[in-house]
């Protein structure tokens, strides 16, 4: 028969968590996610999962506790809730602020980390091995927080709990201290179709699964030109999509609400600070390889939906069409042609870049040839 830890273990960690602020820790065991490791390998060959990387990279790893924590026994599942919209701030935006969507109003990764270093701690001054994941390749966090019933999986993809909703980060920690498990939760959305209903892509047409290549909040992070064709759908969203989200019954009487706006990103400011500024305002979130000229693509997205049509407007996207990326230069022509700024496109007449003539061909500007 194995042997629990502690048996007081459990209900000490439960008291500290509880202080912290967090939702757990529920405890599951440390056997494959092969149910999973099948899903992510099915979405990987159909495509479905776009070019994401995070556990898509190597689900044979991810799937196995032991790449977390070799000689693991048990995972502790943790949530953290964040701020949802109150219901005031419906309308809070104004025409040329960009969204950022709820769970990256504030560095609520960061935070969820610390909480979970000071749980690992208390497992580590007790003699266990303790290893902390937040967000991280080495855990299918939803496959844990479902198994351990900590919560259950929506058909907007997320974990749900009871009292937050999907409003909440997932967190982890692998430890070989041998834990008594908990029940998984037996719920579903039933007949609900809400988040199906109110997403603008239809990214979620089929229940309990995710088109990536239609996400918008997926869409926001992937490096390279946004799709052509879902710019328009995008609206003044900057990072982040809620409509899956707000638009779900779970929790929603109980979870946390935002009491302000002061979040909204202006594109005109921001397109004219210096990368450094932009890395450190905006660093804190997930921008791919840390490129600011990810950024600069996503507030030209905003400025181009904006419908600014002041010379502010034109002097910034000036700036942008003399880029030194060819990602940022081919959205500002996006941008300056949905605004009528069709005059600006002579700064890129010279332009050699494929990405650059992709987009002037689009409105019917033959591109210049190198000849
Ligand atoms: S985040 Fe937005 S685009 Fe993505 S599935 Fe949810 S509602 Fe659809
Ligand atoms: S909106 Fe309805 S269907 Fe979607 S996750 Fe919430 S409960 Fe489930």
Redesign the pocket.
């Known amino acids: 028969m194995t042997q629990l830890a502690d048996e007081h273990l459990t209900d000490d960690l439960s008291r500290m968590s509880s202080e912290l602020g967090l939702i757990g820790p529920r405890v599951c065991g440390v056997d494959l996610f092969e149910f999973e490791r099948v899903q992510i390998e099915l979405a990987k060959d159909i495509g479905r999962s776009s070019t994401m990387a995070f556990t898509f990279n190597k689900p044979a790893r991810s799937a196995d506790p032991n790449s977390a924590l070799e000689g693991a026994r048990s995972i502790l599942s943790f949530a953290m809730g964040y701020p949802g919209p109150s219901d005031e701030l419906a309308s809070g935006f104004g025409p040329l602020e960009g969204e950022i ?1 709820y769970y990256a109003k504030g560095d609520f990764y960061g935070e969820i980390r610390r909480r979970l270093s000071v749980v690992a701690e208390e497992l580590k001054s007790r003699g266990y091995r303790a290893r902390v994941t937040v967000d991280e390749n080495h855990a299918i966090d939803k496959a844990i927080a479902r198994r351990s019933g900590l919560g259950w999986m929506g058909k ?2 997320l974990i749900l709990t009871n009292v937050t909703g999907p409003f909440v980060l997932l967190g982890e920690i692998f430890t070989d201290a041998e834990l008594a498990h908990t029940e998984t939760l037996n719920k579903s959305c039933g007949k609900c179709d809400k ?1 199906q209903v ?7 047409d089929e229940d309990y699964l ?1 088109d990536a290549r ?5 869409l926001l992070q992937k490096q390279g030109p946004f799709p052509y064709e879902l710019r328009g759908l995008l609206g003044l969203r900057f990072y ?6 707000t ?1 779900c019954p779970v929790g929603k009487k109980t979870r946390l609400r935002l009491e302000s706006t002061a979040s909204a990103v202006d594109p005109i400011f921001w397109l004219l600070r210096s990368d450094r500024e932009l890395i450190d305002h905006f660093g804190y979130m997930y921008i791919p390889k840390r490129d600011p000229s990810h950024l600069r693509r996503n507030l030209l997205l905003v400025l181009g939906n904006s419908g600014s049509k002041t010379d502010e407007t034109r002097e910034v996207l000036a700036t942008q069409l003399a880029h030194f990326s060819a990602v940022v230069r081919s959205t500002a022509v996006w941008a300056a042609s949905k605004l009528g700024f069709l005059d600006l496109l002579a700064l890129v007449g010279a332009d050699q870049d494929e990405l650059v003539h992709q987009e002037l061909a689009r409105i019917g500007i033959v591109p210049p040839t190198s000849d």
């Open positions: 969507a907007n993809t988040c109110s997403c603008p892509t239809g990214a979620l995710l239609l996400c918008l909040s997926w982040g999509c809620d409509e899956c989200l638009s």
